[in-house]
């Protein structure tokens, strides 16, 4: 893409990041046969070196680039800012699997919780990564501000008409959850169906690949989320109405 092609050239540091570590998706391998704290513990400088230090690489590389589309991004390469934590949390989990199987890092806009933000998403596992854009679940006090939003049929059109422009570039979006039509909307509302969603995302899965292991997933990476930046200003002047 031309304008990436002009930053890369503009910015004067040298690119950190040269793909993910095919050593790291051994590691994934290896942590579902052994789904353990000790086990983990004993084997963390692998996960050190082979999945945290590229993923903070990535982090740097794909967050200043992504300053291309939203100046104001926010890319913290840490683990609790833009990397999620590995463990679990089981305390009020069924699941008591101490480990995730994936690998999830994220970017987001806004002063909220980045939970609760508009955001560029992904995660890989040991076969398949995830891209994405937008909030994967509104809770409740962001929910009743999504649905204040979208009564006005201005916002309501314009997020329809983002999310099948999406669609029609073979993206997948989020799909409704609830199967009634909330109290606060009457049934001849157009583009009804936004009002039954609890999440807010499009986005598109691939099997890992060459380009996975290589410098060049920041350009695919950048694609994807270029073409998803409608949704993520959408998504992202949504919040800004959001009151504590």
Same mark, same amino acid.
């Given at each position: 893409?031309?304008?990436?092609?002009? %930053?890369?050239?503009?910015?004067?540091?040298?690119?950190?990041?040269?793909?993910?570590?095919?050593?790291?998706?051994?590691?994934?391998?290896?942590?579902?046969?052994?789904?353990?704290?000790?086990?983990?513990?004993?084997?963390?400088?692998?996960?050190?070196?082979?999945?945290?230090?590229?993923?903070?690489? %990535?982090?740097?590389?794909?967050?200043?680039?992504?300053?291309?589309?939203?100046?104001?991004?926010?890319?913290?390469?840490?683990?609790?800012?833009?990397? %999620?934590?590995?463990?679990?949390?089981?305390?009020?989990?069924?699941?008591?699997?101490?480990?995730?199987?994936?690998?999830?890092?994220?970017?987001?806009?806004?002063?909220?919780?980045?939970?609760?933000?508009?955001?560029?998403?992904?995660?890989?596992?040991?076969?398949?990564?995830?891209?994405?854009?937008?909030?994967?679940?509104?809770?409740?006090?962001?929910?009743?501000?999504?649905?204040?939003?979208?009564?006005?049929?201005?916002?309501?059109?314009?997020?329809?008409?983002?999310?099948?422009?999406?669609?029609?570039?073979?993206?997948?979006?989020?799909?409704?959850?609830?199967?009634?039509?909330?109290?606060?909307?009457?049934?001849?509302?157009?583009?009804?169906?936004?009002?039954?969603?609890?999440?807010?995302?499009?986005?598109?899965?691939?099997?890992?690949?060459?380009?996975?292991?290589?410098?060049?997933?920041?350009?695919?990476?950048?694609?994807?989320?270029?073409?998803?930046?409608?949704?993520?200003?959408?998504?992202?002047?949504?919040?800004?109405?959001?009151?504590?």
């Amino acid at each position: 893409m031309e304008i990436l092609e002009e %930053f890369k050239k503009s910015v004067s540091c040298v690119m950190l990041f040269n793909g993910f570590n095919k050593e790291g998706i051994k590691f994934l391998r290896n942590l579902e046969k052994n789904n353990s704290k000790v086990w983990f513990e004993d084997n963390r400088h692998i996960w050190e070196k082979n999945i945290l230090a590229p993923n903070k690489a %990535f982090i740097e590389d794909m967050g200043e680039t992504l300053q291309i589309l939203v100046p104001t991004i926010k890319a913290l390469p840490k683990v609790s800012g833009s990397l %999620f934590k590995i463990y679990r949390d089981v305390r009020f989990s069924k699941n008591k699997i101490a480990m995730k199987d994936k690998i999830g890092l994220m970017f987001w806009q806004g002063l909220g919780h980045r939970m609760q933000s508009s955001s560029f998403y992904m995660h890989y596992t040991k076969e398949k990564y995830f891209v994405a854009t937008g909030i994967r679940t509104l809770k409740s006090p962001l929910l009743k501000t999504y649905r204040a939003y979208i009564k006005n049929e201005k916002n309501r059109i314009s997020l329809h008409i983002i999310l099948e422009d999406l669609k029609a570039k073979g993206y997948n979006a989020t799909q409704a959850k609830y199967q009634r039509i909330p109290k606060d909307f009457t049934e001849d509302i157009h583009y009804a169906y936004l009002t039954k969603l609890d999440s807010l995302f499009a986005y598109i899965e691939y099997e890992i690949d060459d380009i996975f292991y290589s410098v060049e997933l920041l350009d695919k990476l950048f694609k994807v989320y270029n073409d998803m930046k409608d949704l993520q200003k959408w998504v992202y002047e949504m919040t800004l109405s959001h009151k504590e």
